[in-house]
């Protein structure tokens, strides 16, 4: 179905209901020229209540070190794009004497002004966490900074999610970064061509079937996509949800499970207790970490971390950032070339 609904090479194009649709820039065109909203920068300062490390709140937020909708700078600045429900939109965040500096750009700018608060955990209340092993009190301890931000959208973080899916992280991140520079389009702002928005949910819909082939994207993963962003308005419901609820509700799209919603309502929703039930790596290192088991299933890590109920995920996180990895014992898994199939 995409490969038979894709965009045609013209300038517009006319589409159902008398609207038109615009195809995005073509990779290596110049940029045009920016409106005037999306130079002028809307500004707000916010003084977080107590210690606050953005690169532990933001760094989840990032797909791989070229992702185009993230970047940091020399100045300790933050960048990251979004498609809000404004429109697309640019947010720089720098931390200075104790308070936040926020300057956004595009028709999105207000609407990434106002959820600042909740993007760097203003919402997360980690009051009840009590630490009930050493190494999860010890990394508590060194990272007071951690917070889980709360994004308020589901699709920029589902779609990354469903890449990732059985593959590695590296194929992901490749796929994620092709898709985004071709069809994503010009970051709003000061940001020199570099910076990209993700797609709308109808551009998603009308990349060819061998485009996503050429991003080394399998039928099954893009196919889990293509129903994803057909009923795009409803999964961002979710994102006001309670955590079972809006699980549920994204679950009900084939191909989503259980690690998939999970990666997801972390970031859109900054759900402290929705644990990646089915990853791959996550199991052996929290048996590793809390048990010295590194042979730790699923069912096993569960058990471990069932005194942490409700803080599961925020334990998982402290465990990561331990550095508590067990060793390896093989060589690192070969990423398939699916472009070349």
């Known amino acids: 179905m995409s490969g038979r609904f894709a965009p045609r090479p013209v300038t517009r194009t006319p589409v159902r209901g008398g609207d038109t649709a615009t195809p995005p820039t073509v990779p290596h065109q110049s940029a045009p020229t920016p409106a005037d909203g999306e130079t002028v920068a809307r500004t707000r300062t916010w003084t977080p209540p107590g210690p606050l490390d953005l690169a532990l709140v933001l760094g989840p937020l990032r797909r791989g070190p070229a992702d185009p909708s993230f970047r940091t700078t020399p100045d300790g600045a933050f960048w990251r794009?979004?498609?809000?429900?404004?429109?697309?939109?640019?947010?720089?965040?720098?931390?200075?004497?104790?308070?936040?500096?926020?300057?956004?750009?595009?028709?999105?700018?207000?609407?990434?002004?106002?959820?600042?608060?909740?993007?760097?955990?203003?919402?997360?209340?980690?009051?009840?966490?009590?630490?009930?092993?050493?190494?999860?009190?010890?990394?508590?301890?060194?990272?007071?900074?951690?917070?889980?931000?709360?994004?308020?959208l589901v699709l920029e973080s589902l779609i990354p999610s469903i890449l990732e899916q059985k593959v590695t992280t590296d194929e992901a991140y490749r796929a994620w970064r092709l898709l985004l520079r071709k069809y994503g389009e010009p970051a709003p702002g000061?940001?020199?061509?570099?910076?990209?928005?993700?797609?709308?949910?109808?551009?998603?819909?009308?990349?060819?079937?061998?485009?996503?082939?050429?991003?080394?994207?399998?039928?099954?993963?893009?196919?889990?996509?293509?129903?994803?962003?057909?009923?795009?308005?409803?999964?961002?419901?979710?994102?006001?949800?309670?955590?079972?609820?809006?699980?549920?509700?994204?679950?009900?799209?084939?191909?989503?499970?259980?690690?998939?919603?999970?990666?997801?309502?972390?970031?859109?929703?900054?759900?402290?207790d929705a644990v990646s039930v089915g990853d791959y790596h996550l199991p052996s290192t929290v048996g590793y970490a809390l048990a010295g088991n590194r042979n730790a299933d699923d069912a096993a890590m569960l058990e471990l971390l069932a005194p942490y109920a409700g803080q599961r995920h925020r334990v998982?996180?402290?465990?990561?950032?331990?550095?508590?990895?067990?060793?390896?014992?093989?060589?690192?898994?070969?990423?398939?070339?699916i472009a070349a199939l």
């Not at 720089?92 to 990434?112: M, Q």
């Not at 997360?124 to 999860?136: L, Y």
């Not at 609820?245 to 259980?258: H, K, T, Y």
């Open 81 to 152: 794009t979004c498609r809000t429900p404004a429109g697309p939109g640019t947010l720089r965040i720098a931390a200075r004497d104790g308070a936040v500096e926020a300057k956004a750009w595009g028709e999105g700018a207000d609407w990434l002004l106002t959820q600042l608060p909740p993007l760097l955990g203003s919402l997360d209340d980690p009051s009840t966490f009590v630490p009930r092993h050493r190494i999860v009190a010890e990394t508590w301890r060194r990272r007071p900074g951690l917070r889980l931000g709360r994004t308020g």
């Open 190 to 272: 000061p940001v020199d061509g570099r910076m990209h928005v993700m797609p709308s949910a109808r551009t998603w819909s009308l990349i060819p079937s061998w485009e996503w082939h050429r991003a080394g994207v399998d039928s099954k993963r893009s196919a889990t996509i293509l129903r994803a962003v057909r009923v795009a308005r409803r999964l961002e419901e979710a994102s006001k949800m309670s955590l079972d609820d809006a699980s549920a509700r994204l679950q009900l799209i084939p191909g989503i499970g259980p690690w998939t919603a999970a990666e997801t309502l972390q970031r859109s929703n900054g759900a402290p």
């Open 316 to 337: 998982a996180r402290l465990i990561l950032l331990s550095g508590q990895t067990p060793p390896r014992r093989a060589p690192r898994m070969t990423p398939r070339n």
